[in-house]
């Protein structure tokens, strides 16, 4: 459920009309709905409310705008953060380090250093030489740094190969079978205080039994683990809900997946740990672009937007579905291409799709942008970077400007021996 909806023949996003964001910020520009990512936040709690003992951190990746993660941190969010970039921003939208988890294959080594000196919560360790590495870090400052390892249960999630990461090929996590042995020679480490493991599977899940086949395996894993003398008091069970994209689609909701974690999960007695983000901010965004011509095409007509795959790479990197809706519908129907200026085949949002009959200068959306949209934003063809804007009741803010190409020119140089 989201708060983007037709109001007298206009679509709005909460008490805005989308047409005078358009006016006054110019497009293309993200809108986000506040009142829809608090619900979101709520739901996903909510669904996991027979679930004793459970942290929610967004993951920042999916929108790391610092009004959406202040929003997040209102409901009482930390954050799942994979670069030291990602945690300056939580600290900075107001969430506390100790609720701060830092995942990911590459962290670097003085990225490990400063997450310890901002004294985050948690570090989730992808190998075991990272884990060397970071007991002596912590040791040199004369701490302890709470980690879990990331296993790897080799599951299928079933979702599109590139935001697939719980199969043994896949560049994430140890081997769930290697884990107890290298959990065994970490755990000896001062300086590490080994807590638990993390599984995280992939993205935009639309079925529950892969994650209940890994969750089923880390159980399995925990009992190990406890059999051989260790403590394990924290389990990190990564995000990958999806969201429906397309109408009709409905995937598990939040309280599918609380009904089945807690069934699985009731003898683990641990702390529980959740990753979500497409599940809190897909939904809560859309992406604006006015239709700046319509171009003949041999079997559809195109319409060119001034959006692009810069600003929104979903569709050229992973083929992903996303509605278009005009602003103003005025009820009739053709089926067209929406295209954006890139030089690129690629910058194609829609093919062949039923949308509605649009003219130069009409506003439409692409729905669901509000997560894996602007953070992965570019200036390609040396456009602006694209805006982003929060909505919430009545009120409007621009909570990321538009960054003009000269802006980004400003930081090139023509080196002197070119003069
Ligand atoms: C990307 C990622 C997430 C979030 O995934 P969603 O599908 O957006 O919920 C959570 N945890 C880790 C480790 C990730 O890499």
Redesign the pocket.
Known sequence: MDYFALQNGELYAEDVPLSRIAGEVGTPVYVYSAATLRRHARVFREGLAAVPRVHCAF?I??NPNLAVLRVLAQEGFGA?V?SVGEMKRALASGMAAKDIVF?GVGKSRAELAAALDAGIGQF?LELEEEGVVLAQLAAERGMTAPAVLRVNPDVDAGTHEKIS?GKAENKFGLPIDQAPEIFARLAKLPGLNLRGVAV?IG??LTSLDPLEAAFNRIGALVRELRAAGHAVTHVDL????GVPYRPGEEPPSPADFGAMVARVTKDWDVALMF?????IAANAGVFMTQVLWVKPGVTHPWVIVDGAMNDLARVAMYDAYHAVEAVRPSGEMITANVAGPVCESSDVFAKARKIDTVKTGDLIVLRSAG?YGATMASTYNSRPLVPEVLVEGANYAVVAGRIAAETIMSEENVPDWLK
């Not at 990564?238 to 809900?241: A, D, E, P, R």
């Not at 990753?275 to 599940?279: A, L, S």
């Open positions: 993951a990746k999916a799942d994979v995942s989730n990461t995280h993205s935009q990564g995000g990958g809900l990753e979500p983000g497409r599940v997560a």
